[in-house]
């Protein structure tokens, strides 16, 4: 029976490869090359450092990361492999065992393991002096290897079934994005901490590894090498026993999801009949503009994908300017006044695509006559209405809490409006001029779908620094302002930002509106998903 | 050929192509659906029924060939009055699902430049008469698919167009909403509307269409009226012998029903 689930793994993964449009392909060549290249580059690593003074804790660090990227990118890839997925198997007639037994086979073969031995081995291998050693380590690269993969599988199996469900795929969306938002500052921390404490915290946190399950295999070996062969061998067995209790509530689940009802997600949570929220109506003009405007600002809260977009931009917009001060020389800075800046920068750039996040219901603009201009300023409207308050509000509050000089704060609520007007007409042009299609309901968070990829980054690149580009001439002024120390000059940024933000927009607008009644069919195109 | 200044037909298609890479989907078709009539368009999977229909109405752009809606022009000088006058109900494209019912309904009238009480009223009769009054406030990403094809179908008629392209509108959908659904079409047909739909059910189509046409692989084999397409046989005979295709799987599969697992 695993032979019939190794053989199913290799032909899925022989198609990917050969199969498939161009662009899968593509990635996936592209993926198991720099997969190779990176395994190959840090098992040179480890055995070119065998012996040396910190290759203890590099390997360590290494198992503690290999282990949490194993645990952790399953769940997030989720459904891009079906041979993961039990689901797919419960019409066979299959037991548990045979079924679990088969996912194990399958789940070990393919890039990923190749990569793992690769680096694993090297790492046993930089270990070692001894022939005893050898043998331990060769014992704990494979051990660590096992417990990975049969948590891994445990772990996914287990959160499956909230997978499948319409909320709990929103869920997880919303999960995933948080936790990309957070590398960013998570990677600074790690950085500044490891720049006080110096090699006594690399110490430090491979001796972390040690107390992790995964970490164990490794650890003993230390420990053979250092002559104390009892805890060690308390570790390893410890490994094997975690990895058979693993294995065995990996098929517990397994049951339930086979034998167990689909968690339904048609709960249908009931909403208020108003398409314009409350909050907003005496803001919103009347007629097609304002229900554009309205029906964004729902979409912004409802859609999974618009909402983790949106809470990634203010994390990382402030995440950014706040590790600037941590980096920085002493404690907070002034330049927390302009937060609000760099979230409004990011709020924009999730407009890019605005047609392809919405899909195919673009049709309905199309097939109505004259609705170019009132979408296009519906959008931008939208957008407003969120943004610039919460980047006022920022930048208020960075000013305070920086201690930043009240010129200072006046030119960043200027400079926050005219990001915000630089970036709206640069994406709502992009967002016309080089769409593409983003998959519906995916159940890995991080999908972007086919788009075209060489060109369509290409395209991407441009408006990014079309952004950037009809920003600075006000970025300059600030700049003169700032170092120049002319307080009259941050002043004017107050009043000059707002406005040149409102004629970018302006701009962006009619360009955008007129390209949208011209190729709206070709949008459409565009933004509908390829098989 | 052009199309006659007086009295147009409701939809009138000369000489649409398409193609997509090496395929052709639409194959120079010329198609007239009357005003007043309720015509089926029929065909097997892949003879391009929604790519006509998507060129007819403004969805997507015919690589040759043209499209008038009443006497305009829909790829020419006058997409907006074509559109205006056009209620639409494609197949596979996406609605505005993170809204509710009612909501969507609203967001379509308003970007139709309907006035809110006008809209509130409409939508509530249409949401009554297709049984979606209880959903209504149910986010349509949380619909069946019998449901969406409903509320497409309501958004497609709250500005009361002239004319309606349907693309497989009864798809999915079950015998009770579908029966909502026929008895909404034949009443706008006779108080002056024109229909066009797609579909694959031969029987529907008998029963309820007065004009027909038969597609298949980008092309158009019969049109007209419905007894002259049929000429006493029945729909499906002609569509199959038009069409093609295996029949009679009489021999072979020997071993099913004999030896069982």
Not at chain 2, 81 to 99: H, S, T
């Amino acid at each position: 029976m695993a032979r019939h689930f190794l053989r199913l793994k290799l032909r899925v993964v022989l198609n990917g490869m050969t199969r498939g449009s161009g662009t899968q392909r593509a990635l996936g060549i592209v993926g198991l090359v720099l997969g190779l290249v990176i395994g190959i580059g840090v098992a040179a690593g480890f055995i070119a450092g065998r012996g040396s003074d910190g290759v203890d804790d590099a390997v360590l660090i290494f198992v503690g990361l290999f282990g949490l990227g194993w645990l952790v990118l399953p769940l997030l890839l989720f459904g891009s492999d079906n041979t993961v997925d039990p689901m797919r198997f419960s019409l066979l007639p299959l037991s548990p065992q045979q079924l679990v037994r088969g996912q194990l086979a399958s789940g070990l073969v393919g890039g990923p393991t190749v990569f793992a031995v690769l680096t694993l081995g090297a790492a046993a291998y930089a270990l070692t002096d001894s022939v005893s050693t050898g043998v331990v380590a060769v014992v704990a690269a494979v051990l660590t290897l096992l417990v990975c993969q049969v948590g891994s599988r445990a772990l996914t199996t287990s959160i499956g079934g909230s997978l499948r469900s319409r909320r709990g795929r929103d869920f997880a969306l919303l999960a995933a994005a948080l936790l990309g938002a957070s590398v960013y500052p998570l990677q600074l921390s790690v950085q500044a901490y490891l720049n006080e404490t110096g090699s006594a915290g690399v110490s430090r946190i491979a001796d972390l590894v040690t107390w992790l399950p995964f970490g164990w295999p490794y650890a003993a070996v230390l420990d053979v090498r250092d002559g104390s062969w009892g805890p060690a061998l308390v570790r390893l067995a410890a490994t094997s026993v975690l990895t058979v209790a693993l294995a065995w509530l990996w098929g517990r689940a397994v049951v339930r999801t086979l034998e167990g009802p689909e968690a339904s997600g048609s709960s249908g949570r009931a909403v208020s009949g108003d398409l314009v929220p409350a909050w907003v109506r005496p803001v919103l003009p009347r007629g097609a503009v304002g229900a554009v405007a309205a029906k964004e600002l729902r979409y912004w809260w409802r859609d999974p994908r618009r909402r983790a977009a949106a809470l990634t931009a203010l994390f990382v917009g402030v995440g950014i300017v706040a590790a600037t001060t941590i980096t920085g020389e002493d404690g907070l800075g002034s330049q927390l006044a302009f937060a609000g800046v760099a979230v409004a920068f990011f709020s924009t750039m999730n407009c890019a695509n605005q047609f392809g996040l919405d899909g195919t219901a673009i049709w309905s603009t199309l097939a109505t006559p004259g609705s170019a201009a009132a979408d296009i300023r519906g959008r931008q409207l939208a957008v407003v209405l969120l943004a610039a308050p919460t980047c006022l509000l920022l930048s208020v509050v960075g000013t305070v809490v920086g201690g930043a000089p009240l010129a200072w704060g006046a030119s960043a609520i200027g400079l926050c409006l005219a990001a915000l007007g630089a970036g709206l007409a640069a994406t709502t042009v992009m967002a016309v001029a080089a769409p593409y299609s983003v998959p519906e309901n995916p159940s890995n968070p991080f999908a972007t779908g086919g788009g075209g990829g060489c060109s369509t980054a290409a395209y991407q690149g441009v408006g990014f620094l079309a952004q950037l580009l009809v920003l600075v001439p006000m970025v300059a002024l600030v700049f003169w302002g700032v170092l120049g120390d002319r307080p009259a000059v941050l002043w004017a940024v107050l009043v000059v930002g707002p406005l040149w933000g409102f004629a970018a927009a302006q701009v962006g607008a009619r360009i955008a509106t007129g390209m949208l009644e011209r190729r709206g069919p070709e949008v459409l195109l565009a933004v509908t998903p390829r098989g | 050929m052009t199309v006659p200044a007086t009295d147009p037909p409701a939809l009138a298609l000369r000489g649409l192509r398409k193609t997509f890479g090496q395929t052709v989907a639409v194959d120079h078709v010329d198609l007239d659906v009357p005003r007043g009539s309720f015509f089926g368009l029929v065909g097997p999977n892949g003879a391009g029924k929604t790519t006509t229909l998507s060129m007819a109405t403004g969805l997507l752009r015919p690589d040759a060939g043209s499209a008038f809606i009443d006497g305009h022009d829909v790829w020419g000088s006058g997409p907006a009055e074509a559109k205006r006058r056009v209620g639409i109900l494609p197949d596979g494209q996406r609605l505005f699902d993170r809204l509710s019912g009612r909501e969507l309904l609203t967001y379509a009238g308003l970007l139709r430049r309907m006035e809110p009480a006008v809209i509130a009223q409409r939508s509530a009769e249409l949401l009554d008469v297709l049984d979606l009054t209880d959903a209504g406030s149910t986010l349509v990403i949380d619909y069946s698919a019998g449901m969406r094809k409903k509320i497409g179908l309501a958004a497609a008629l709250l500005h009361s167009p002239r004319l309606l392209v349907l693309d497989e509108p009864f798809e999915a959908v079950d015998p009770v909403s579908g029966g909502a659904i026929r008895t909404i079409l034949q009443r706008y047909v006779e108080a002056g509307g024109t229909v066009i739909f797609s579909s694959h059910v031969m029987e529907l189509v008998e029963r309820l269409c007065d004009q027909v046409a038969v597609i298949a692989a980008g092309r158009v084999l019969a049109a007209g009226a419905i007894d002259d397409v049929r000429s006493g046989r029945s729909l499906e005979d002609v569509f199959v012998a038009l069409v093609g295709g295996r029949r009679d799987t009489g021999e072979g599969l020997s071993w099913l029903g004999t030896s069982f697992a």
